[in-house]
């Protein structure tokens, strides 16, 4: 995995010469633009939400039904929309505090508020510079380029392109705002269980630390970060995992630094989907709570580090699943929780924000790991569409979405890699 910076805690500041290509100049946006995967809202809306999902992939009514048990549980609800309401006011709150003038806009890819209605609505409402911030930090497909696509998609067909300009803030994995609620809450975690595990009269017994995130296919991983003018090679094939890797090592050192907690810890997979031919990052969760437990463990640390919120896939897979199979198996265990509005959290966010803005600029671009910051211009073709491409925003090759003013490949091409 890749090093990280050597004091345990500071965050490397300093011009990162891979990365420096993929910044775009501070500019003056007029709004800000929270746009996540949206959920439904009642029973009736399971199943326009699951064929908004997985729309063009051919899947039966049939097939969708018995994929929808977990938000049937749950009352046809997921989470995520309220937890969205809530982190656009702290959003506004934050951003009133330091006295930026910038409205936060809230568009979902999957169900209302809809992206494309959203972009309409900025434009009828007299905005002409968006800056979007999204609700995933790491890189591949669906995290990443599958929301510039939404973009591209919705300026393009909407005829609001030339008209209204989208750029997105970097994706932030390694941003203290991002990492440092999991630092706090992996320490409370391990605490909590050596607790239990004391309480059971074990206090000696051996805890893991599991760090989780979503799978994604092999294919998609490998493509991660991938593209022409990305002269790093990954150890772990994907920058997908690589990050998750870099970001779990951060936690660690820190929680330890701070708190002198630390367990062995390893990365693992949940919510898979798809066709079973097709490969997926492993392991499952619950397949590694079952390994660990064969090997003696008796106490399991749940950090959800691939995620923002507590939305359904980490209810559901998480609270319900996973947890299921540490009681099954008589393990001590608890779920750490995610950033949500954590305060830290979303002063990152205003921070990641301001490094964009001319107004209240922020210079300093703090990463948590050599790997980042990572780019506020995508690089060509990173994270391929396997089914086809798209128009795109924010990215090395793509015009939509900027009044078609197109960003250089690379203003000046790191030693060693190409433009």
Request: glycine residues 10%.
């Amino acid at each position: 995995m890749s090093p990280l910076d050597p004091q345990a805690g500071s965050a490397v500041t300093e011009v990162n010469p891979v990365t420096e290509a993929g910044r775009m100049p501070p500019k003056d946006y007029d709004a800000v633009l929270l746009a996540s995967f949206g959920g439904p809202e009642g029973q009736e809306d399971v199943l326009p939400f699951l064929r908004n999902v997985t729309r063009g992939r051919g899947i039966p009514d049939e097939r969708l039904e018995e994929v929808s048990h977990h938000y049937r549980a749950n009352g046809g609800i997921s989470p995520i929309n309220e937890q969205n309401r809530q982190l656009k006011a702290a959003l506004e709150a934050e951003l009133a505090a330091r006295g930026i003038e910038l409205p936060v806009l809230w568009g979902n890819r999957n169900w209302d508020p809809y992206i494309p209605q959203t972009l309409q609505d900025a434009y009828d409402a007299g905005h002409r510079r968006l800056l979007m911030v999204t609700t995933s930090a790491y890189s591949c497909y669906s995290s990443c380029r599958q929301y510039r696509e939404d973009i591209g998609v919705a300026l393009t067909e909407s005829g609001l392109d030339g008209r209204l300009e989208v750029d997105k803030v970097r994706q932030y994995f390694d941003h203290p705002g991002f990492v440092e609620p999991f630092i706090e809450g992996t320490a409370a975690g391990l605490a909590d269980v050596q607790k239990q595990l004391a309480a059971a009269g074990t206090p000696d017994a051996p805890v893991h630390i599991l760090f989780a995130t979503h799978s994604i296919p092999t294919r998609d991983a490998e493509a991660a970060g991938r593209s022409e003018a990305e002269p790093r090679e990954f150890e772990e094939g994907s920058a997908y995992v690589a990050q998750h890797l870099a970001t779990g090592a951060k936690v660690i050192e820190r929680v330890q630094a701070e708190s002198g907690l630390t367990a062995p810890w390893s990365l693992v997979y949940q919510s898979r989907s798809g066709a079973p031919h097709v490969p997926w990052l492993e392991p499952d969760i619950n397949d590694a709570i079952e390994d660990l437990a064969g090997r003696g463990i008796k106490g399991i640390v749940i950090v959800p580090l691939g995620f923002v919120s507590d939305h359904m896939e980490v209810v559901w897979d998480l609270d319900t699943e996973a947890l299921e199979t540490c009681r099954n198996l008589g393990l001590a265990a608890t779920r750490v929780p995610t950033p949500g509005t954590h305060r830290k959290f979303v002063t990152g966010l205003v921070d990641l924000i301001s490094e964009r803005t001319v107004a209240n600029n922020i210079s300093d671009r703090p990463a948590l790991t050599k790997l980042g910051p990572w780019y506020d211009v995508c690089r060509p073709g990173c994270c391929a569409n396997f089914r086809g491409e798209k128009p795109t925003i924010a990215g090395a090759d793509t015009t939509v979405g900027t009044g078609h003013d197109a960003y250089p490949a690379a203003a000046a091409a790191p030693e060693g890699g190409t433009p």
